[in-house]
């Protein structure tokens, strides 16, 4: 039988009894190489991603950047606080907030992206999607790396997202919330 490897994390989550709260959640080290969130009171942890979730998503955020309206922002890798019991962290978000804050509030957030990863899939597609749909944000756009690069975006109606566009040969064209088009070829 082989010893266990006696190794040394860079970051572990405290222990901690009960719930998390949002505050304890913004007591959390803020670089531990994973992405954590929470969820109703539990922590979503995620392993960083990989570099073709990250290529996939700097090719967003070149082809967001010039299209990106007065009076919003673009930014990548954000806090966005869903409710008193939420904090979810979208790959990249067009807010409506021109402060500089520790989170957003789902009010400020008109565009959530979500660029999946192997160890996300579910969570993007069915757990993120229905927490930004309840928190009311308006559009959420979804791309998946598995196989050819396919966006889908989704438009808030009657509490639930409506795809409103799709990527056709790897190129995403908006009319809204901004209008563009995103070559996602890699």
Known sequence: MAAVP???????????PGEWTVEEFFELPEDSGSRVELVDGSLL??????????????????????????????????????NSRRVLIPDLVIVTCPDDVVYFS???????????????????????????????????????????????LFELSEGEYREIARSDGGKLTLTRPVATTVDLGV
């Open 6 to 16: 006696d190794i040394e994390p860079d970051y572990i989550v405290p222990w901690h």
């Open 45 to 82: 942890v995620s392993p960083a991603p990989a570099s073709r979730h990250q290529e996939i998503l700097q090719k967003l955020q070149f082809g967001l950047h010039d299209a990106v309206i007065p009076g919003t922002r673009l930014l990548p890798g954000v806090n966005v606080r869903l």
């Open 106 to 152: 789902a009010a400020d957030v008109l565009l959530a992206v979500e660029v999946e990863s192997p160890s996300t899939k579910m969570q993007d597609r069915v757990l993120k999607r229905a927490l930004y749909a309840e928190a009311n944000i308006r559009y959420y756009l979804l791309v998946s790396t598995v196989g050819p690069v396919e966006a889908t």
